[in-house]
C-alpha cells in the first residue's frame, strides 16, 4: 500500500511548485521565443524530434502487424514492403546527405524531382527496387539504425556546424544542376515530416482496411518467380 | 488519493481543441492557450526531471516542438473523449525525448554519467539542499529514484493516465503502477530512516 500521506504531501508540494502564481509562471507568457528557434532548431530539438519518429515506429509495429500486411498494395504502384523500403531509402539519403556535409563535402550527384509530380519518382523507384529483396524486418532494421546515426551525428556537431547553409543533393525544381539550399538541421526536419507523413498513412490504411473488412483488401502481389 | 486530477475529469483541453477544429480559433490563440494552461507544469517537469543547468532549455524545447507540431495537428476521433488531454500527453512525452538528449549529449561531453551527476549537484549546493530542503518529499524524490521513476512519479502528479505513461514508457499500466508503488515506498523508507538520524 502506497503510504498516502506521503502521496498527499508530493501532491502538495508539486501543486505548490506548479502553481502559476507562486511560480511565476503567469509573469512570463511570452513565447516570442519559439519564432526565434523555429529556423535554427537546436541540437537537443532535433534530436527529439528523431527519437518521437522512432517511438511513433515502435507504438506502430505495436498496434499492428506490420508482416501479415507486407505484400498487400497499399498504393497503386507499391505495397507496404515497397512503401517501407522507400521511407528507409530516404532515412539512408538524407542520414548520408548529412554526414557527407558535416565532412564538408560536396555532392557529385543529383535527385531532381519530376516536376509533374511530387517528389523525385525515378529516384524513388530505383532505390524501392534496390531493396526489393530485403525483408521488412530487415528494412525497418535499416530504417531505425539510419535514425540512431542521425542522433548520433545530431548530439556531435556544433550549432554552426548545423545551422550552415550547404546545397545538397535534392534538386526539386526538376534541373540537376540547381540544387536545393539549406541545413543540416533542416536535412533532419525533413527526415522526421518524411516518416511521419507516411506513418500516418499506413495508420489510415490499416484503419480502412479494419473497417471494410480484410476479404476487401487488394490483392496480394504475386511472388516472384525466380530466374531459370 | 486526494486531489488527484481524476480520471473522468472534463478535460480543460476539449474546448480549446474543439474551438481549433471548428477554425473558430487561429493556431497561434489556441498556442497561447494551452501555453498559459500547462507552462507552469512543464517547467515543474523540467525542474525535478532534469538537470538544474538544463531546466530553462529543456522547457523552452517542449513548447517549440508543440509549436511545430500544433501548426499541422490531426485532430483525432480519439483525441475527442471529455477526459483526453493529448496535448498533455504529447508535451510530456516530448519532455522525456528531450531531457533524452541533453542527458545522451552531456554523457558525451563527460564520458561518465558518474561525471555528469558531479557537475550538476556541487557539494556545496547539496548542502544547502540537505540544510534547506531536507524534508521536501519532491527533492528528496528526485535525488533517490532513477530516471523512469522520476518520469512516472511526474506524470501521475500531473495526472497523465496509467494508459499513456504505460505508452510512453513502453511498459504495461500494470509494471507502472509497481514502480510507482515500489518508488514510493522506497522514498518513505528513505525519509523515515533520514528523520530518525536527525
Known sequence: ?228 | MRDEISKNSPSPEQPILRARARGEVSCDVAFEEFYALYISIVRGWAIIGARREDADDICQDVWIIFYRRWCSWRFLPEMEADDARPILSFLYRTFRFSVEGYRRKALRKYELLDDVEAVSVSPVEEQLIRGIELNRCLEVARKLFSADEIDILLAKLSGISAREIAATLAITEAAVDHRFRNSVARLQKHIRARKSVT
Not at chain 1, 508530493?10 to 511565476?24: A, C, I, N, P, V
Not at chain 1, 554552426?160 to 526538376?174: C, D, K, S, T, V
Open chain 1, 1 to 228: 500500500m502506497i503510504d498516502m500521506s506521503l502521496y498527499n504531501n508530493l501532491q502538495d508540494e508539486w501543486k505548490s511548485l506548479t502553481d502559476s502564481d507562486s511560480s511565476g509562471a503567469m509573469d512570463d507568457l511570452d513565447w516570442s521565443f519559439i519564432h526565434d528557434q523555429l529556423r535554427t532548431p537546436r541540437a537537443s530539438i532535433l534530436f527529439a524530434e528523431l527519437e518521437e519518429t522512432r517511438e511513433l515506429w515502435r507504438e506502430l509495429l505495436d498496434m499492428i502487424e506490420l508482416e501479415s500486411y507486407s505484400e498487400r498494395f497499399i498504393t497503386s504502384a507499391w505495397t507496404l514492403k515497397d512503401l517501407v523500403a522507400h521511407i528507409t531509402s530516404w532515412a539512408v539519403e538524407l542520414r548520408s546527405q548529412a554526414e557527407a556535409a558535416a565532412q564538408g563535402q560536396s555532392f557529385d550527384y543529383a535527385i531532381p524531382y519530376a516536376l509533374s509530380i511530387v517528389g523525385p519518382n525515378e529516384w524513388n523507384r530505383i532505390e524501392v527496387e534496390k531493396r526489393r529483396n530485403l525483408s521488412l524486418a530487415e528494412l525497418l532494421q535499416e530504417l531505425n539504425q539510419q535514425s540512431v546515426n542521425l542522433e548520433d551525428l545530431v548530439l556531435e556537431l556544433s550549432e554552426e556546424e548545423l545551422h550552415a547553409e550547404r546545397r545538397f543533393a535534392m534538386a526539386p525544381n526538376g534541373d540537376p544542376s540547381t540544387r536545393w539550399k539549406g541545413t543540416i538541421g533542416q536535412i533532419v526536419l525533413m527526415k522526421c515530416s518524411h516518416e511521419r507523413y507516411h506513418l500516418d498513412r499506413i495508420r489510415q490504411w490499416h484503419a480502412a482496411v479494419r473497417r471494410i473488412g480484410p476479404n476487401s483488401l487488394p490483392p496480394r502481389k504475386p511472388p516472384l518467380r525466380k530466374p531459370k
